[in-house]
């Protein structure tokens, strides 16, 4: 699965004013990663606001990435949830021949033991017609999927080929860089250290801030992958703080503030979700301005 190798962005749906979806703004978004050096793409993620979206939303943003994407990019299905049957009569319903893997958080809510937590993905993997990634954010599921969890599943079902890992913890990064299968994949999930872990034998990212600065997003992770550490690390200071702020007041209001600077797509978000504040779009916009 060496296609899952280097930058994935989990994009955003854009809404019009009216909060409706934006289908042009998503073909901009769409065209504007193939263009810029993104290795993948993944649908309907977190940051993709799914759970605000109807079925008859999902289907069409599904079907429209698909159709502009044609091919050119390898693509990831945000396909998970806290209900372990309706995830497997999903996989096991839906169409899913557009894509080359799923990408399942971790149950949410629930709070499930790490053995609930294995058992939930077993019956994912023994239903999934496509391999998996792992996604592993505690700070939205409320409950951290261990290493020795990680590691058990991975050694476990060979449909388990990676984990998005987004536990914003190195220590927890490299136990799984250290111990994994020669062939699993640990992708960060969390911007800020894509670089150190790609460095430490990492995938590369799926990331959020590459679908705002997919160029130099993207160079910096392949030169991790080739082992460029000086010149990675001059792109990761010159965006950094851009990374920051785009997080300042949670995702997406804020990759979608700078979104819309870049006149890729408008700022709207679903509540609960809001806008990004007047002073946050400010600080977003003179990044912009002077980056070069």
């Known amino acids: ?44 993620g977190t940051t ?30 945000g396909l998970g949830g806290n209900n372990t049957m309706a995830v497997v009569e999903a996989l096991e319903t839906q169409d899913l021949s557009a894509y080359d893997a799923v990408l399942s958080v971790s149950p949410y809510y629930n709070r499930p033991t790490q053995e609930g937590i294995y058992q939930h993905f077993k019956a994912i993997s023994n239903a999934s017609p496509l391999p998996i990634i792992l996604y592993n954010v505690p700070g939205r599921t409320a409950q951290n999927m261990e290493p020795k969890t990680i590691l058990r599943l991975a050694n476990d079902f060979k449909n388990i080929f ?40 990492g995938s590369g990212v799926i990331s959020v801030i590459g679908q705002g600065l997919p160029a130099d997003f993207s160079k910096m992770i392949q030169l991790c992958l080739d082992g460029n550490e000086e010149l990675a690390y001059e792109l990761q200071h010159k965006m950094e703080e851009s990374i920051d702020l785009i ?46």
């Open 48 to 77: 993709g606001e799914p759970a605000t979206l109807s079925k008859e939303e999902q289907l069409k943003v599904q079907q429209k990435i698909i159709a502009v994407n044609a091919g050119r990019l390898p693509l990831a299905l």
């Open 162 to 201: 990676a984990v998005k890992e987004a536990a914003g913890d190195m220590q927890q990064a490299l136990e799984l860089l250290n111990n994994k299968p020669k062939d699993f994949m640990v992708i960060s999930g969390d911007d800020m250290i894509a670089l150190p872990i790609t460095l430490a034998g």
């Open 1 to 44: 699965m060496q296609k899952f190798k280097g930058t994935g962005v989990a994009l955003v749906t854009p809404f019009n004013a009216d909060k409706s979806v934006d289908y042009d703004a998503l073909e901009r978004l769409v065209n504007f990663q193939i263009e810029n050096g993104i290795s993948y793409l993944v649908v309907l």
């Open 247 to 292: 997080f300042e007041e949670g995702n997406p209001a804020g990759i979608k503030s700078l979104l819309k600077k870049i006149d890729i797509c408008e700022d709207e978000v679903r509540l609960p979700l809001v806008k990004a504040t007047d002073s946050l779009q400010q600080k977003i916009s003179n990044f912009i301005d002077s980056y070069k």
